[in-house]
């Protein structure tokens, strides 16, 4: 995020001198004049930050915290710089402005090894005397996409992440690395630059307007070629794409009211198409007698996962159902789930010998709502905004981007896909 309001610089620049001269007080050391390189780096890691803070400050779900990563390689395309962020973290707390919540990482051991059970990462959330400052120079967090906007020259079209990989501590990391060469690396950055430079031009509400970024998995991996995961996601602040299904049904493209239309069961509809054996289209194929739906869904996205029927649920599952209202009996194991699932759909059996797990099927997914896209730009000079594995569109053209999604998923997937539509 980027001031682009005299009130916003000048903002930063109060907040830059006030975090300056604390630090040398705090220090005990004369008050130096930095280079101007220095300030303006400093002044707009301020403003980024700054803009964060008080985007999250209404999140209710969060209680107001913002996450922000604290490894210098995970903010490497910010403008939140190392040297700023260490002082923001050292100063403002002492200046009433900043609650931190310390991430943790708690281990176990196993035999020589330790491994990771769970984690947190650090949170942080504006004080009111903060919150007040900035109301000072007439912004606050319902004002703040009249003086900040968001960094796009910053959001790379195409990044990769690495496979699955754990530390000497068991943390599980799926970084980012370069990007390997490869004859398709231009044509996905020329898809999805037109995207970004289509969905530009449209007057999108409340939330601001997208800027995609095409992430493929496994990157790591000897045979990746940019056809593993490649979802769409909006890298902007206070994305649409974060917000809760309620408050996305508050969109609207160029004032018109929007719909979501989702792809039901959509992995194993793809899975089962490309093994030859189709879902039948109007059938939710997690509703199976002596299983709850819900359990019924994890069950087969943990086997398509796994790539193999289940041996024993995942740590806390039970405990996961019960506080969702769905107690599960002692007698229904992991095994007996899969079996259930295994009768209804002899499919699933050969979850082991297919060559889909879950990246390619996400990179089928992904290929099917770009697809879609890019007919409905060219077609009818349709906007469309994926979730995972549905599109926001205009409800004046849900029928057509309905059409579409068919088609598209039919070419790619050899099956009809079920679509649920859901209304402003």
């Known amino acids: 995020m980027r001031p682009n309001s005299e009130d916003a610089f000048s903002l930063c620049v109060a907040v830059e001198e006030i975090t300056r001269t604390e630090r040398n007080h705090v220090k005990n050391t004369a008050l130096r004049a930095p280079t101007k390189k ?55 707390p002492k200046l009433g402005w900043l609650d931190i919540q310390t991430g943790f990482n708690d281990a176990f051991a196993s035999g020589s090894e330790r491994m990771s059970s769970r984690g947190f990462c650090a ?10 400052f900035c109301r000072s120079f007439g912004i606050c967090s319902n004002s703040i996409w009249d003086h900040f906007s968001p960094d796009r020259r910053s959001i790379p079209p195409i990044a990769v992440k690495k496979g699955k990989t754990r530390d000497q501590y068991g943390r599980v990391s799926r970084g980012s690395m370069p990007l390997p060469p490869s004859d398709k690396l231009d044509t996905e950055t020329d898809r999805v630059e037109s ?88 059938i939710d194929p997690y509703c199976i007698d002596g299983l709850n739906r819900a359990v019924a869904k994890r069950t087969v996205n943990l086997m398509l996962t796994q790539q193999r029927p289940l041996e024993r649920w995942p740590m806390g599952f039970r405990k996961e159902m019960a ?8 007698s229904m194991t992991a095994s007996k789930a899969s079996q259930i699932m295994i009768d209804a759909y002899p499919v699933l059996t050969e979850v082991s010998v ?16 770009f697809s879609a896209m890019e007919r409905l730009r060219e077609a009818s000079d349709t906007p469309a905004l994926p979730v995972h594995d549905s599109l ?28 649920k539509r859901e209304c402003s």
Not at 39 to 54: D, P, Y
């Open 354 to 369: 297919a060559n889909l797990d879950w990246s390619k099927l996400q990179h089928i997914e992904s290929e099917i709502l």
């Open 195 to 282: 995207v970004n430079e289509f969905i530009s031009a449209f007057d999108i509400a409340p939330f601001p307007t997208p800027t995609f970024t095409r992430i493929f998995n496994n990157g790591d991996q000897p045979n990746f070629d940019y056809d593993m995961g490649g979802r769409l996601y909006d890298r902007v602040p206070n994305s649409y794409q974060s917000q809760s299904s309620e408050l996305r049904q508050t969109i609207t493209i160029e004032g018109e009211a929007t719909v979501e239309i989702d792809i039901s069961a959509s992995h194993f509809r793809i899975f089962s198409g490309l093994r030859g054996q189709p879902l039948e289209a109007n």
């Open 323 to 330: 506080e969702a209202g769905i107690p599960l009996p002692k």
């Open 38 to 92: 220095r300030l303006r780096t400093a002044r707009q890691a301020i403003g980024a930050f700054l803009a964060e803070l008080l985007l999250g400050s209404t999140q209710t779900a969060s209680m107001g915290f913002s996450y922000c990563p604290s490894a210098h390689q995970h903010r490497k395309d910010s403008l939140l710089d190392d040297t700023t962020f260490r002082q923001i973290k050292d100063i403002w």
């Open 392 to 419: 926001i569109v205009p409800a004046s053209k849900a029928a057509i981007v309905e059409e579409t999604l068919r088609d598209c998923f039919k070419a790619r997937a050899n099956a009809e896909p079920r679509l």
């Open 123 to 132: 949170r942080f959330r504006p004080t009111s005397k903060l919150i007040e």
